[in-house]
């Protein structure tokens, strides 16, 4: 099985920027896409980005458009969430996926997760 590990979360102030890391041990597939999803308290978790096995195809939330990207490194087997311009609204529990379809990532419908990495923006 595949176990994903999500790291770099953290307090971070309003205007800041962080970045977020999930990297991939154990066996993995050769090809599968990736995402990302928080939970903040007392809210379901939601949708924050997806991005293809090749990395040519990216959705987002359209509350972090603009202000977050997310992209992957093929030799590290990581993902990334880059986190610029982050807002008291973005506190969560963010949890990095993995999928063997596009789709199914975007839609929660995954067939691995990590164990969640707290971001805390201030004011």
């Known amino acids: 099985q595949v176990q994903l590990v999500e790291s770099g979360g953290g307090l971070v102030q309003a205007g800041g920027s962080l970045r977020l890391s999930c990297s991939a041990s154990?066996?993995?597939?050769?090809?599968?896409?990736m995402g990302w999803f928080r939970q903040a308290p007392g809210k379901e978790r939601e949708f924050v980005a997806a991005?293809?096995?090749?990395?040519?195809?990216?959705d987002y939330h359209d509350s972090v458009k603009g202000r977050f990207t997310i992209s992957r490194d093929f030799g590290k087997n990581t993902v990334y969430l880059q986190i610029v311009s982050p807002e008291p609204e973005d506190t969560a529990v963010y949890y990095c996926?993995?999928?063997?379809?596009?789709?199914?990532?975007?839609?929660?419908?995954?067939?691995?997760w990590g164990q969640g990495t707290q971001v805390t923006v201030s004011s």
């Open positions: 154990g066996r993995t597939f050769s090809r599968y896409a």
């Open positions: 996926a993995a999928a063997n379809e596009y789709d199914s990532v975007r839609y929660a419908a995954c067939d691995y």
């Open positions: 991005i293809s096995w090749g990395g040519g195809r990216t």
